[in-house]
């Protein structure tokens, strides 16, 4: 099984920023490649929403309602990715989720995405 944990998350005030980060690891075996990592939110009241996607070759897409703002990367030696959050905007107040796509253990690509348990981000006017 592959686990994500994030970290990052927190309190501040409108216009500080955060930085969060995911590790992706696996139970029995090493995980060979993830080819894509990306981040999600959840507003309570709200469906979850794609904030950022990175390919394992370097890639980017971001929400339009982050661009300029948000970065992410990725450090594939450490199956980890990081959100870097700056300007933070009242609206920007979420859990905040990762996701793995196409995880490769061993010599088998998993067809499952995998999810971390959220870290919520909470924004202060």
């Known amino acids: 099984q592959v686990r994500l944990v994030e970290s990052g998350g927190g309190l501040v005030q409108a216009g500080e920023s955060l930085r969060l980060s995911c590790a992706a690891s696996a139970s029995a075996f090493r995980i060979i490649r993830i080819d894509t990592m990306g981040w999600y939110r959840q507003a309570p009241g709200n469906q979850r929403e794609l904030v950022a996607r990175?390919?394992?070759?370097?890639?980017?897409y971001y929400a339009d309602s982050v661009k300029g703002r948000f970065t992410g990367s990725r450090d594939n030696a450490k199956n980890t990715v990081y959100l870097q959050m700056n300007s933070l905007k009242p609206e920007d107040t979420a859990v905040y989720y990762c996701?793995?796509?196409?995880?490769?253990?061993?010599?088998?690509?998993?067809?499952?995405?995998?999810w971390g348990q959220g870290t919520q981000v909470t924004v202060s006017s």
């Open positions: 996701a793995a796509e196409g995880v490769t253990i061993g010599v088998v690509t998993s067809q499952r995405d995998y």
């Open positions: 990175l390919s394992n070759s370097g890639s980017a």
